[in-house]
């Protein structure tokens, strides 16, 4: 924004450039920079100098005027020593906040606020976040930083929804701030980092994330669906991004998770993407790709082409089979209608939530009807539980699905199904959950994942 003086506006007082004039046609003090400031006071200094040259006697009555100036005495030393050197505004303390300090306070305040807004906030935490920010952007001091933040929240409305996205529309309205003053535009992948986690430099073992790969100093960060189904749980909800959660997890890379509940940032239109710090977009087998370019890739287990073709038949079976139950106990069980509402649709806005859950519901019919003619809730439950009985068999009493010790995509891809289904609230249409277990191994074998990925890091 150009806070170049109005002369328009005053055709008597000619102000130093820089100044910016309120709307009573007054230099404004919060709308100016500290620097243009004190040009305005040495101005008003140097006519109470020509005043004192001339008249003597009222040296006491210019000293009385410039203690009494708006910027009080530390302002004044300023001015007298160096008013061109922008350093000894450090050293000012306790004065009313020029445009920059007041920006800075309030931008640190809005970030760190966004960086603890919930992640899943209610309708009604919504509503207030919105009738916060419609009101500071009345209230704002700085009148024309507030017109103009107000303008440009006509064009982009507040996003309210998730964390993630108050957080990335904040840092879209700073960055627009950012452009008009020439300043360096931030990275919006970075917010949390600044205002949250803090930065990964090892000042706090909490924060510091290891090297993930070819010494980035930043891990890649997963957007899913999240939190999980029961509270606490750090496992997604959603089946697909546990899947690549779990297999992010078998590599032991330090990857960051985002609960970020909008599928829409992603460029396929549904959740998981993997974000990497250059600022690489992955989506579905890309994330594969990147596992298995990966140093990481050691971790896994190594399948002979045997079994890779087992292994390849045992995920379709379950891509497909298991797949289709636990969309029909999602989306088609009326009385589950609550729960999967809550997860996937409570944080939008009403009459969005109504929209996008309808969607979604019809997705997840049109993928089962591709494979089934006719959506029989016993035929479906009936191959699911044939397709558990094969995964039970071929697990036998192994840690893993080939072999003991380390696992492969496949032990990814079912422990995402099963934990899924097993954490789903019980309810009397839960069949998928009784007929996982009737078979121990399996109820076992997604038991010690969890542990041994999941619940350690707690
Ligand atoms: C709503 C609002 C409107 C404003 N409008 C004007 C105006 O019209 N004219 C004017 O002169 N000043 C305006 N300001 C003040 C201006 O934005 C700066 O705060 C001020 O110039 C001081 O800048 P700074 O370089 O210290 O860093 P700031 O811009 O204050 O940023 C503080 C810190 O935030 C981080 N940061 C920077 N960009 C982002 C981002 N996009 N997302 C997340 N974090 C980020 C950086 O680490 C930075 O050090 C406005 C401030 C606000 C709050």
Redesign the pocket.
């Known amino acids: 924004?150009d806070?170049s003086s109005d002369n328009s506006t005053t055709k008597t007082t000619k102000y130093p450039p820089g100044i910016v004039l309120g709307k009573d046609g007054k230099p404004c003090r919060v709308?100016t920079?500290f620097v243009d400031w004190t040009r305005r006071e040495k101005k008003k200094q140097n006519t109470i100098n020509n005043t004192k040259n001339n008249n003597n006697d009222s040296s006491e009555k210019a000293k009385k005027i410039v203690s009494t100036g708006s910027l009080g005495t530390a302002m004044i030393n300023i001015v007298n020593n160096n008013v061109n050197n922008v350093d000894n505004f450090d050293n000012v303390q306790d004065c009313p906040p020029d445009?920059?300090q007041?920006?800075?306070a309030?931008?640190?305040f809005?970030?760190t606020m966004a960086a603890y807004y919930p992640e899943v906030p209610s309708y009604e935490q919504q509503n207030s976040m919105k009738s916060f920010l419609s009101s500071f952007?009345k209230f704002?001091p700085?009148e024309?930083?507030?017109e103009?933040?107000r303008d440009e929240m006509k064009n982009k409305p507040p996003k309210v929804e998730s964390r993630w996205a108050l957080g990335r529309w904040?840092?879209?309205?700073?960055?627009l701030?950012?452009e008009?003053?020439g300043?360096d535009?931030?990275n919006?992948d970075k917010?949390d980092e600044?205002?949250k986690d803090g930065p990964p430099d090892g000042r706090s073992d909490s924060l510091f994330k290891p090297l993930c790969k070819n010494n980035e100093l930043y891990g890649p960060r997963l957007y899913m669906w999240g939190p999980g189904w029961k509270y606490g749980r750090r496992t997604s909800f959603d089946q697909e991004c546990l899947k690549w959660q779990t297999y992010l997890k078998f590599i032991q890379c330090d990857f960051d998770i985002r609960d970020a509940n909008e599928p829409l940032m992603s460029p396929s239109g549904k959740l998981p993407v993997l974000i990497l710090s250059e600022g690489e977009v992955l989506i579905d087998e890309l994330i594969k790709n990147y596992v298995e370019d990966n140093k990481g890739s050691n971790k896994l287990g190594q399948l002979s082409e045997e079994q890779q073709a087992d292994s390849q038949a045992f995920i379709t079976l379950a891509d497909t089979k298991l797949r289709h139950a636990l969309l029909y106990t999602l989306w088609c069980e009326p009385s589950n209608e609550y729960d999967t509402y809550k997860k996937y649709g409570k944080h939008y806005a009403n009459p969005i939530d109504k929209i996008l859950m309808y969607q979604a519901k019809n997705a997840a019919i049109k993928e089962m009807l591709i494979k089934i003619p006719v959506l029989n809730r016993e035929d479906i439950y009936q191959e699911a539980s044939e397709a558990l009985q094969a995964l039970s068999v071929a697990l036998g009493d192994n840690k893993y699905f080939f072999g003991e010790r380390v696992p492969t995509f496949i032990d990814a891809v079912i422990f995402s199904y099963l934990h899924n289904i097993l954490e789903f609230p019980v309810t009397s249409a839960n069949d998928l959950n009784q007929l996982v277990h009737k078979h121990k191994n399996l109820v076992e074998f997604t038991k010690k994942i969890y542990i041994e990925y999941y619940e350690k890091e707690f």
């Open positions: 924004m806070h709308c920079a445009v920059e007041l920006g800075r309030t931008w640190t809005l970030h952007s704002y700085c024309s930083c507030a103009h933040f904040l840092c879209q309205m700073h960055n701030v950012n008009s003053l300043k535009i931030f919006c917010i600044r205002w």
